[in-house]
């Protein structure tokens, strides 16, 4: 696969069992360094596209920290919003 089908890669959506995933092809996986059972990061942009990254973004970061926050003081957060 060319680099420039490689940029362009359509993606299947496949059913696996009970399961949807996503087939990649092992060419992209060589060259995004991935292998099975390592996780993608998604982030919606305001385009409504989609990006895959094998990297924690510092959104995806910031966002556990923020639910973990939410979670640990979810008692003063009700208190707050009477």
Do not use: W
């Amino acid at each position: 696969m060319s680099d420039a089908e490689l940029e362009s890669a359509t993606l299947q959506i496949c059913k696996f069992g009970d399961s949807i995933g996503l087939i990649l092809p092992i060419e992209l996986l060589s060259r995004l360094n991935l292998k099975e059972g390592d996780a993608l990061y998604s982030i919606q942009q305001p385009d409504g596209s989609l990006v895959l990254t094998a990297h924690k973004s510092k959104h995806v970061q910031a966002m556990e920290i923020a639910r973990k926050a939410m979670h640990e003081y979810r008692d003063t957060f009700t208190a707050l919003a009477r």
